[in-house]
């Protein structure tokens, strides 16, 4: 990763990691730099999807409806950064716990530019992702897209508790078209979540 | 023509396509009842093949999620291939679970899952077909399982992707050393790629495998077409590919996703054709699941996780504090050792059951293959049987009723052997005796069916000071043992027993032995003298090719070096004061600063006036908004650092202001949370009795009986594993728990805290230090 990418990820490590808007000291940027050398070299991306005209049949109901109302078509997707950088925060957590904090939050943070960068290359005009066991849905909708992607393939497994491994995974629905746009107001994190209680919102973390 | 090796066999093509092109949907494996007649369709068009796939797949108890009879399918599904009048392979695929330790599922899960595919298949079928595995630890349950039911041939197969690795991170040497050893009759690869990407993965194998090799690729690389995921490669291109193939070796071809009927038609011209003949160099070969160990050149065994002489190590093992073992095996690791011996051998431990438990910890921080150590064949065996990869077993002897209880293990488990030339009579004191034991050690493993590149000789160290001309022995042994084509190993620091300066006896041994043909030294690679010992013989033996590896270790190096020049350091600036250093988050120097503290002051005055009052200051800074969440870790890290050094100097029982035991929930394996609050807490003075992850709340009912912890504290993640925190709250309460019960994670706040039962909810890591410090103070006035 060169130093501008970096750049582009850094303002999402932040908030993960809790800044909450302060700048954080040069030793912590040198920190965050050094582990995004470790995680670049543990993660292994991989995507799977699929493009439907009209929606599988589990999206047929809320609040899968309202965010698919006047697009085109929908994209099933799974992607994930690989079982190895699981590997590395684990054992990042026996020798430095403050390596494996700032890890794990870089993962996510690398997951989802990765994830935006791959859905760039599909097409133009898509919504933001929508994950099952967010805004209202069920987790358990998971399964459905299990069925149809089956990102076992890619080595992404479903617990029956309905979470995915490798942790850094992520499931979305994402509409081609429409006008679909995030909000709090039916999210089930909505009550405990720690952006909205400092008066941000998770997923445009500099606005509140 | 099902034996796999002397004339080339053609597999079927891709199925699923096919299901797709018929319009059929749902659980492929149900197809095998509702849709026979397509299916049996499907499996005559691909009658040009020797044999044919049943529709299998998924059809192990994890995976099924069909609406019948598991062996009800079975039985359709072979029914059905039977059709194209071709002999039948079981299709067996993965369980679609991830194992562990990142997932849950447990070896002994998967192991019964596929006994289930052996027996809902036994009689039905000609051979099985394990593919698209990925992780080679599930395929190993599922060799072993197979490979314990039937004798009928096993092709395994495994997924590359484009950097030739598995998702799982195995290269391909490292799956044919696994998957041969496990006893498969084929090896090789399938889906992944198309055939020309795979060529390279080809290649490794080829150069490497003992079986045949099986390529099944997929029609090329997969093109997206207005939405639909289309392959493109034709018939022909896929020919040619196979070809090049065929011509390097491959002994087994076949499709995966995307190839047609047409593809297998085009390829059945090489059925029957003699395969090419291929030399491979039978090396000694360990591994884990990512890190391969080549006997050749010299390879440093770690011998520091072996009790013998160790206090600290002891009581580590009897208290099963894995943090101390785990140290010592990263601290092996760092100083470069090629593998790690364990052994757990101690009069009042049961070997058998704590053995896995450690090298399943080992497994989880080091990639380092192991060598399991023990005299107790029944902990080998379940050391043995857990391992993930092909580990060394030390030690048989030229005992035969040794020998008859190691050699089953070490045959179904795939091990290499490490044998020691002596037997009832003891060491014997010629080196040719030795050597004839030795020869014995040999013969008898292959009389087992273990060939000898899988034996290791230890002609064995006696002490200098009890038998000085003994010592010439173990070295002319290693000569004589050599030329048996077999690799050596030896406990090289026995030698010095009760004499003075060891450590340059010591070093004085390894290089003589080294030069009569030493390969595998059991040592403390952290003793520089040893460790650099080993590398200037690489030097000067040609070994280290253009001195390149000794330069880079000794580029640095000046005389004051020389205990710890393999030592990995980390520079670090530098604080003035404890005080400073904890919280600037300086872990390496608190131990030094806290002896310093501690000359003028009272232990408890260093807790209080200095730990305490830097933690108490960086939290509030951290509440503040000043500090965040990596200085709060490091922080907490070097007071637990200092809070180390500083409880050697207080009572015993104010060591630690009790105990805390923490756990995150059943079904849940996101951890990290619970690992933070675990440094916080402990730097605070706590003593963490940490249960890991997805712990069923038997097991936190248990460890609250078995330590009385002050306080539990329980974190979870997904809104799915909820229910499972209020079972264990409710299982703890009925148990009569007084420990306090502390919730967090994600999806926690008051309002849930309080309807499972939890006492406390804490909003984080520093959070639930102030309570546990409030309670505490609360309950001793």
Not at chain 2, 191 to 209: D, F, M, T, W, Y
Not at chain 2, 215 to 226: A, D
Not at chain 2, 615 to 621: F, I, K, W
Request: proline letters at 4%; one cysteine or more; glycine letters at 8%.
């Amino acid at each position: 990763m060169n130093f501008s990418e970096l750049d582009l990820l850094r303002p999402q490590i932040y908030n993960y990691l809790g800044f909450k808007g302060a700048k954080p000291s040069p030793e912590t940027d040198l920190l965050i730099g050094s582990c995004m050398a470790d995680l670049e070299k543990a993660a292994q991306f991989n995507y799977l999807y699929k493009i439907f005209e009209t929606p599988p049949e589990f999206l047929n109901k809320p609040p899968y409806l309202d965010f698919l109302k006047d697009s085109r078509g929908v994209i099933v997707s799974v992607m994930t950064l690989g079982i190895g950088v699981d590997r590395l925060v684990s054992r990042l957590s026996y020798t430095d716990m403050t390596r494996s904090a700032v890890t794990d939050c870089c993962a996510s943070a690398y997951l989802e530019y990765l994830s935006d960068g791959f859905e760039k290359g599909i097409g133009e005009n898509l919504s933001y992702r929508f994950c099952p066991g967010y805004g209202g849905s069920s987790v358990n909708d998971l399964k459905y897209i299990f069925d149809i992607l089956r990102p076992e393939k890619i080595g992404v497994t479903l617990s029956s508790s309905f979470f995915m491994l490798p942790s850094k995974s992520m499931a979305g629905v994402i509409a081609i078209g429409g006008h679909a746009k995030k909000s709090c107001k039916d999210c089930f994190m909505a009550k405990s979540c720690n952006y909205l209680k400092e008066g941000h919102k998770c997923y445009d973390p500099g606005r509140r | 023509m099902l034996r796999p090796g002397e004339k080339i066999i053609v597999f079927d093509g891709g199925f699923g396509s096919e299901l797709e092109r018929l319009g059929l949907s749902g659980v492929p494996e149900d197809l095998n009842i509702t849709h026979a007649e397509d299916i049996k369709k499907i499996h005559r068009s691909y009658s040009h093949a020797d044999i044919i796939t049943a529709n299998s797949f998924g059809l192990n108890p994890i995976k099924y999620g069909g609406k019948f009879a598991i062996d009800e399918v079975a039985r359709a599904a072979c029914e059905n291939a039977k059709a194209a009048g071709k002999p039948v392979f079981f299709d067996v695929g993965p369980t679609g679970m991830m194992m562990e330790p990142m997932g849950q599922l447990s070896f002994e899960e998967a192991y019964r899952a596929y006994k289930t595919v052996a027996e809902i298949s036994e009689g039905l079928c000609d051979g099985y077909i394990l593919e698209t595995f990925s992780d080679l630890y599930e395929l190993k349950a599922a060799l072993v399982a197979l490979r314990e039911s039937t004798d009928l041939p096993i092709f395994a197969t495994v997924t590359f992707d484009k950097s030739g690795r598995t998702l799982t991170g195995s290269t391909p040497e490292i799956a044919a050393n696994t998957v041969a050893n496990l006893g498969a009759d084929a090896l090789g690869v399938n889906c992944s790629l198309g055939p020309e990407e795979l060529i390279p993965v080809v290649e490794r194998l080829l150069a490497v495998s003992p079986v045949p090799v099986i390529v099944q690729p997929n029609r090329g690389l997969p093109v997206l077409e207005n939405g639909r995921t289309v392959y493109k490669l034709s018939a022909e291109a896929f020919y040619e590919s196979i070809k090049k193939m065929v011509e390097m070796g491959v002994a087994v071809i076949g499709g995966c996703c995307g190839t047609t009927p047409e593809f297998i038609e085009k390829i059945s011209v090489f059925s029957g054709q003699n395969v090419r003949k291929r030399e491979i160099s039978r090396q000694t070969v360990i591994n884990s699941s990512n890190q391969i160990c080549v006997m050749d050149g010299v390879k440093i065994c770690g011998e520091r996780l072996n009790p013998t002489g160790k206090k600290a190590l002891k009581e580590a093992l009897i208290n099963e504090d894995f943090d101390y073992i785990i140290g010592e095996a990263l601290s092996q690791q760092d100083a470069g050792a090629d593998l790690l011996d364990v052994n757990c051998g101690l009069p009042q431990i049961d070997e058998k059951s704590l053995m896995p438990k450690v090298v399943r910890k080992v497994q989880e921080v080091t990639d380092l293959p192991l060598s399991l150590d023990s005299s107790n064949h029944e902990a080998l065996e379940a050391a043995a049987r857990i391992y993930n990869g092909i580990p060394l077993i030390n030690s048989v002897n030229g005992e035969r009723e040794v020998m008859e209880r190691v050699f089953p293990i070490a045959k179904k488990y795939g091990c290499v052997v490490l044998g020691l030339a002596m037997d009832k009579g003891g060491v014997p004191r010629t080196a040719e005796k030795r050597f004839e034991i030795a020869k014995r050690i040999i013969r008898t493993a292959e009389e087992f069916g273990i060939p000898k590149e899988r034996i290791m000789i230890d002609t064995l160290v006696v002490t200098a000071s009890a038998e000085q001309e003994l010592v010439r022995e173990t070295v002319r042994a290693l000569e004589l043992v050599r030329g048996l084509g077999v690799k050596t190993a030896l406990g090289v620091s026995n030698v010095s027993f009760g004499l003075p300066n060891r450590r340059l006896l010591n070093r004085t041994f390894l290089a003589m032995a080294l030069e009569r043909g030493l390969n595998m030294p059991i040592m403390n690679p952290s003793d520089g003298e040893m460790s650099g010992t080993v590398r200037a013989y690489e030097l000067l033996s040609g070994i280290d090719k253009n001195a390149e590896n000794f330069i880079n270790i000794f580029k640095n190096y000046t005389p004051a070096q020389t205990a710890s020049v393999l030592g990995i350091k980390r520079e670090e600036k530098s604080a003035q004061s404890l005080y400073d250093c904890v919280r600037q988050g300086l872990k390496s120097r608190a131990g030094e600063l806290t002896e310093e503290e501690l000359l003028t002051k009272d232990p408890m005055e260093v807790v209080n006036g200095v730990l305490i009052k830097a933690l108490d200051d960086v939290g509030a800074a951290y509440e503040a908004g000043k500090l965040f969440l990596p200085q709060l870790i490091s922080s907490a890290e070097a007071a637990k650092a200092a809070f180390a050094v500083v409880a050697q100097h207080l009572p015993k029982d104010r060591e630690s202001k009790g105990k805390v035991v923490l756990a995150t929930v059943q079904g849940d394996v996101h951890d990290i949370g619970k690992n933070i609050v675990k440094v916080v807490i402990e730097s605070y003075g706590w003593s963490v009795v940490d249960l890991g992850k997805d712990v069923s709340p038997e097991d936190v009912v248990k460890a609250v009986n078995d330590h009385d912890p002050f306080a539990v504290g329980l974190s979870a993640l997904m809104t799915t594993t909820v229910p499972s925190m209020e079972k264990t709250i409710s299982m703890l309460k009925e148990s009569g728990c007084r420990a306090k019960i502390f919730v967090g994670g994600a999806v926690l706040n008051r309002e849930t805290a309080d309807r499972i039962g939890a006492d406390c909810y804490t909003k984080d890591a520093l959070e639930m230090a102030k309570k546990l410090d409030e309670l505490y103070i609360g309950g001793k006035s």
